[in-house]
């Protein structure tokens, strides 16, 4: 069980198979809900959203017959949480033109790096996240988070290879800026 | 390549372990330090990553989502039409079974009535019909008493055959962790009641300051005995005085070192207090040696992984020098892939440590500078 691809998984899981969808859970369920609770900072609204999405696979089973599973269900996910946006009406719906960003090289001493702990990286991480503007935060989500690859990102927002990889690094530009930031004020802080 | 190529691939890599198998990349990082620097970012930042998405779900939607096939039949059975419910009801009737079971013996009935009276054929009588019967019974016999004849095993036979050869893994290595800790424990019972001589003690307060977990002591007894002694200064920790745990029997330095790395903290802890009253052979209680351990725990905690490590670091020659052990950069080097990296990761605070005791190489946790 633990070396098969999520698709077969699936395939035992529509049969009646409680441990392969204990499996699918186990591979999917928590990238699911991490996706909702950083792009919504709810951890209700995040489980909701998150037994919906496993509820709809499966009600929905018979639309998914090839392709990539996990695919399919961060599209469900992404497809979830515009409407979610769309029905609070509080903010805008993510735009599909992204303003410029210049590179600005972003460098971290060596030094600096490597006395970061694992978990003030994460700290950081979640910081910077609420930072960022709504189409960064979610291409992050989905290839940080979901583990999506960029083709994977590409197939999940419905655009084409070149306009996604576009987005990733526009998003990752921004976020190399906001956690250089971050590491820099820290070590200034040492410092003083 | 050029660093801007570099790092565009790294950004988009998958996985991590996609930079060794870029032979371009590989090359271009071992010659610039801004780029294995990036990457080496970029290693930290999906670790993170990695462990945010990793962090466990409420419990309640946990159990929501793997209720969710049982839901969705439900639902799926209780949307069926009105005609399909009722037959599925007749058909789990007892009506319905008392028919079958009617109609079934009736026509088993009907079928041995017409075939035991066939018209115009008297199979009792007629003498070749006799003789028919007789043949049929020496070819086939009802049941075969040869015991040369393979006989199925008894499902006994079989559920015990099968229990021999799939022992879980998981529960073998459980059973080998108790038996090793059992061990330790006999093994520092053994040593109860013997003293710490006025030498033991001089080696313990000479340990280099916020060093070692434990070191083995050159100056070990020629009965095979050695010490074992936790190394953390005594401004920080206080006065250790450590009879029981500092001596530890051992057949060999190998396996000496093997069980100084796996006696972990904890573990030692756990053991110390299991030992009797009595164990107060130089005036300090199972008690307090433990606390006194406690107190210097974040120091001195040691890990199993290190023999895996040095084990690692022997076989690729890489024990030349004492210092703290980078993994991203073994990483970076191809020595290891990223799983052991992640798999060999420190606890925070803390980096492995190569140290030599002698001769003797042994991986140890540090405090990073």
Known sequence: MENMKPEELWQKALTGDQQAWQRLYELFASRVYQFFLRNTRNADLAADKTQEVFLKIFRNRENFRYGSLKTWIFRIARN????????????????????????SGVQVEESVIAAIEHQQMVVYIDECLDRLEEPDRMAVCLVYIAGLSIPEFAEVMEVPLGTAKTRVRHARLRLDQLLSEKIQLKRFEKSV | MNCEESKNLIVEMNEADEVSSNAELSAHLAACSTCRQFLKYELKMRDGFEEIASEPLPAEVARKILAVPRIVSNETSAASPEWVKRLSAFISSMTFKIALASGITGFAAAIIFLRGFTPGFDRHSHPAAEDLKQVKRLERPLFNRDSSFPQPASTTTVAAAGAAVTINPELKKKLETRSRLTDDLLALKAEEGIGVTAERKAAVSEHIPGAVSFSLDENADASGRFAMAPAAPAAETGELVFDEAEQVSAESDDKAQDAMVM???????????????????????????????????????????????????????????????????????????????????????????????????????????
Not at chain 1, 81 to 102: N, T, V
Not at chain 2, 282 to 297: I, L, Q, R
Not at chain 2, 343 to 366: K, V
């Open chain 2, 263 to 369: 006696a972990s903290a904890p573990k030692l802890k756990e053991v110390l207090r299991s030992l009797p009253t009595s164990a107060k052979s130089s005036g300090v209680t199972k008690s307090e040696m433990a606390d006194s351990f406690a107190v210097s725990e974040a120091e001195v905690i040691s890990d199993p992984r290190a023999v895996v490590i040095l084990k690692f670091l022997e076989s690729n020659g890489l024990v030349s020098e004492e210092g703290f052990i980078d993994l991203d950069d073994l990483f970076i080097k191809g020595y290891i892939d990223n799983s052991q990296r992640r798999e060999w990761r420190a606890p925070d605070g803390n980096d492995w440590y190569l140290t030599r005791t002698g001769n003797r190489p042994a991986i140890i946790l540090r405090r990073k500078p």
């Open chain 1, 80 to 103: 979830l949480l515009i409407d979610e946006w769309r029905r609070a009406g509080q903010r805008e719906i993510p735009s599909e033109i992204l303003p410029d960003i210049i590179d």
